[in-house]
């Protein structure tokens, strides 16, 4: 089956897919943003199984149960903080998608969501952070593996109108209220 990208405007923690990622920090201790709502809805199973991981790189993606999440992992992984374009931003940032969802293949997921890595607190920009996002996850989907649904789950409105807008071109699945399909699905 083709997998289908979807792009929601939601509350990562309610998705109900077999594994959210997280924006994470090197440290894997937690955090603000998505790192911290993640957290606080896994329950603290999660930092202690994350204190066994021994940090992450920028880049690179680790895996952990989900707890009390709907999730049943969570794929850590860590963006690189925006400093003007000229130190590997986009390059790491690329990396994110493709070793979380080269994790989750490796494990047989089928459905994993994304946030908007890096644009938050890490200040990358958020229009060209989605275009690498749909341009590595597209890549990626070129080669057959387990994963069947990748969800772009956008916090505002304005991220999930700005990937819709880059979505609709390649004519991926969109889902809007009352559509039905995995995304409303995912919302558990
Ligand atoms: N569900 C979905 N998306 C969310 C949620 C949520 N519950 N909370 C925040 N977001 C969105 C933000 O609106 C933003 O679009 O996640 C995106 C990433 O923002 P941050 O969480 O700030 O992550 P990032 O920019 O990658 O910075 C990571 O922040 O919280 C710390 O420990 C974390 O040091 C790390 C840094």
Redesign the pocket.
């Known amino acids: 089956m083709t997998p289908t990208l979807q792009t929601l405007q939601?509350?990562?923690?309610q998705l109900d897919v077999d594994a959210i990622v997280n924006?994470?920090?090197t440290s894997l201790m937690?955090?603000?943003?998505?790192?911290?709502?993640?957290h606080r809805a896994a329950g603290h199973e999660l930092v202690a199984e994350c204190m066994t991981l021994n940090g992450c790189r920028t880049g690179e993606a680790k895996i952990t149960q989900g707890y009390r999440l709907k999730a049943r992992h969570v794929i850590h992984t860590?963006?690189p903080?925006w400093h003007g374009g000229g130190n590997g931003e986009p390059e790491l940032l690329r990396a994110c998608y493709q070793n979380s969802l080269a994790l989750a293949a490796e494990h047989g997921l089928q459905s994993i969501a994304f946030?908007?890595?890096?644009?938050?607190?890490?200040?990358?920009p958020?229009d060209q952070a989605a275009e690498i996002a749909l341009e590595a996850v597209k890549v990626f989907l070129q080669k057959p593996s387990s994963i069947q649904t990748v969800i772009f789950?956008?916090?505002?409105e304005a991220?999930r109108a700005r990937y819709e807008r880059l979505l609709s071109p390649i004519g991926a699945t969109q889902q809007s209220p009352g559509q039905g399909g995995v995304a409303e699905d995912a919302l558990g």
């Open positions: 939601a509350d990562i923690t924006a994470a920090n937690g955090g603000g943003g998505v790192d911290g709502a993640i860590v963006g903080v946030p908007c890595i890096s644009t938050g607190v890490y200040r990358f958020a789950c956008c916090f505002s991220d």
